[in-house]
């Protein structure tokens, strides 16, 4: 079992900057690879960014490419999602989630864990 736990949300105008953290508890940090999804009201849950076990490989949805940047520290079992020039369209729930063999998949069914979500809420 990992638990998840993210903070860092909040009310920000566009063009600036938010870093989100994920706090990992329970079985071994180091054997998952981490991703972060959001969801807006009304839409599906969707891709943001992955990281792989060791942190060498990251994957980011065009969407947030250039913007967005996710890291993670083994050593304090944490993951983060610094995040540049945000837009109103980024607005959205945002949830950190554990997949116990592989990054990069960007299909929320195929993670085995995760957080309760922190609200981003970008305004014009």
């Known amino acids: 079992q990992v638990q998840l736990v993210e903070s860092g949300g909040g009310l920000v105008q566009a063009g600036g900057s938010l870093r989100l953290s994920c706090a990992a508890s329970?079985?071994?940090?180091?054997?998952?690879?981490i991703a972060w999804f959001r969801q807006a009201p009304g839409k599906e849950r969707e891709f943001v960014a992955s990281?792989?076990?060791?942190?060498?490989?990251?994957y980011y949805a065009d969407s947030v490419k250039g913007r967005f940047t996710i890291s993670r520290d083994n050593a304090k079992n944490t993951v983060s999602l610094q995040m540049n020039s945000l837009k109103p369209e980024d607005t959205a729930l945002y949830y950190c989630?554990?997949?116990?063999?592989?990054?990069?998949?960007?299909?929320?069914?195929?993670?085995?864990?995760w957080g309760q979500g922190t609200q981003v809420t970008v305004s014009s």
């Open positions: 989630a554990a997949h116990r063999d592989t990054w990069g998949i960007m299909t929320p069914d195929e993670y085995d864990y």
């Open positions: 329970g079985r071994t940090f180091s054997n998952y690879a």
């Open positions: 990281i792989s076990r060791g942190g060498r490989n990251t």
